[in-house]
């Protein structure tokens, strides 16, 4: 069974820095995209960034130029820096693999002016 794990979540100042990273386990394989998204109160989720195991990553034009995502074959961080109260979010791991969608439970991110 395939479970992602989130960690790194937290309260920052705004004009900081922070690293989320996410761990999968269970039976994958190097042919997978991992991504994270984000969900605002009262918004509908969003993506954040994306890239495939040994590929190249995309961002959303809204963190574009201060984040980067790093990737193992089970992991995926991003760090995102000169953070802004709209980054304020419950960010979520998603997992492509084999045709599935997995999706960890989330971290939380509070953006304080």
């Known amino acids: 069974q395939v479970q992602l794990v989130e960690s790194g979540g937290g309260l920052v100042q705004a004009g900081g820095s922070l690293t989320l990273a996410c761990a999968a386990s269970?039976?994958?394989?190097?042919?997978?995209?991992m991504s994270w998204y984000r969900q605002a109160p009262g918004k509908q989720r969003e993506f954040v960034a994306e890239?495939?195991?040994?590929?190249r990553p995309k961002y959303a034009d809204s963190v574009t130029g201060r984040s980067t995502v790093y990737r193992g074959m089970r992991t995926i961080n991003l760090y995102i820096n000169s953070l802004k109260p709209e980054d304020t979010a419950l960010y979520y791991c998603?997992?492509?693999?084999?045709?599935?969608?997995?999706w960890g439970q989330g971290t939380q991110v509070t953006v304080a002016e």
């Open positions: 998603n997992l492509l693999h084999d045709g599935h969608n997995y």
């Open positions: 269970g039976p994958i394989t190097e042919y997978n995209t």
């Open positions: 890239r495939p195991f040994g590929g």
